[in-house]
């Protein structure tokens, strides 16, 4: 048996009976469904509540016409009484809306009326609400608008010199994935937890148990070990990763997605797509991971600097999200980022070609390649042996 297949072999089946090394390569694609469905409800309840909006009013009386607009509408009209800015910053009241007590003597000027909406830009789940009220009281002012230069024999659409259009090129399948970019962004970060038990164990925690130097002592390369560690490392790493994306999918294929206006369907070429461009990802992680290991005393030492290294799966999330940019072709063969690239472009049927994919996965392993050989070297290290 080759020494790189005979530590692989042994490191499998000590994985299998640490039950820490289980509980963090399973436990994290288990929670898959539970936050992916919350998610999704989440925001199915903001679209409810937008529906079925609900508005306190303080002085309605003042605007019997706005009221009677906005309930034909669908608005749900209550009178507010008491202080307003306590309300909403005690989070009784999502918003309110004040109509002036001269609204009326306004208007009969033809003076602009203020319509104050009372709220906290600080919560994200009234969001929507809150501009489906400001629509409304949009709406109605353009038609008071229109109805005071018909009545003085003016048409209303000379004041409606520009009007933008909308013209939206994005699919429906890129339009759910940028409501649900969270999904890769899990995925990912399961490649760097699901085996982070076992890398950690088999570097830190050998030295910790004081191991590591009786078992350098073997007549086997110091690449070999390193190898077949980080061999079996990535497969348990490998096998989360999978999990989630599979349950994520099943996720989304049975959440009520049509309450959105989605419908949500992926092929066998897709899902193959996906394994494809998320696969070289465990075989990185894992190698960082033991990397970092190797510098820690102690397994508890380990993960709190390999806590660190989960952060980096967010960073393609925040630049796409806060700093979109033109997908390029060098973009792919960035590791970490181009297989977020990938995964987020076959999620929203984007045709690719095998060259994104081929050099994709060609750089990240071979940087996780580079990571070991490191690794290996460190190892011939009087100091980090003993720590």
């Known amino acids: 048996m080759h020494p790189i297949q005979a530590v692989f072999r042994k490191e499998l089946i000590d994985g299998f009976r640490d039950k820490r090394a289980l509980l963090t390569a399973f436990l994290f694609p288990a929670l898959a469904p539970i936050l992916i469905y919350g998610l999704i409800y989440a925001i199915i309840d903001m679209s409810s509540d937008a529906e079925n909006l609900e508005v306190a009013v303080i002085n309605a009386e003042s605007a019997p016409a706005l009221i009677q607009y906005m309930q034909e509408k669908g608005v749900e009209i209550t009178t507010f009484t008491g202080n307003a800015e306590q309300a909403v910053k005690d989070k009784k009241q999502a918003f309110i809306l004040e109509i002036p007590g001269d609204y009326q003597q306004r208007l009969r000027d033809f003076k602009t009326t203020i319509v104050p909406i009372i709220h906290d830009s600080s919560r994200s789940d009234t969001r929507i609400s809150l501009r489906r009220l400001r629509d409304l009281v949009r709406e109605y002012n353009g038609q008071l608008s229109a109805l005071r230069l018909i009545a003085r024999g003016v048409s209303p659409s000379v004041i409606r010199g520009v009007v933008s259009g909308n013209q939206d090129i994005a699919s429906e399948e890129q339009r759910l994935i940028s409501l649900f970019s969270m999904v890769p962004l899990y995925i990912m970060l399961a490649a760097f937890i699901a085996g982070m038990g076992l890398a950690v164990d088999s570097t830190a925690g050998e030295r910790e148990r004081k191991s590591l130097e009786p078992l350098l002592v073997n007549p086997v390369q110091r690449l070999h070990l390193i190898q077949g560690k980080w061999l079996a490392a990535s497969f348990y790493a490998a096998i989360g990763m999978l999990s989630t994306l599979v349950l994520s999918l099943i996720v989304m294929l049975n959440a009520p997605l049509e309450d ?34 190797i510098f820690a005393k102690s397994f508890k030492d380990a993960q709190s600097y390999i806590g660190l290294v989960t952060l980096l799966p967010t960073l393609p999330f925040l630049i796409d999200t806060f700093n979109p940019v033109t997908t390029q072709d060098w973009m792919y063969a960035t590791p970490i980022f181009g297989q977020y690239l990938l995964m987020t472009e076959v999620l929203g049927a984007v045709e690719l070609s095998w060259l994104a994919y081929a050099s994709s996965g060609v750089s990240c392993l071979l940087l996780s390649v580079l990571l070991c050989f490191l690794t290996s070297r460190l190892l011939s290290r009087e100091a980090v042996i003993t720590g």
């Open 260 to 293: 959105l206006g989605f419908i949500f369907s992926i092929s066998i070429q897709q899902v193959i797509m996906l394994i494809l461009a998320t696969l070289p990802l465990p075989f990185l992680a894992t190698s960082l991971e033991m990397l970092l290991g």
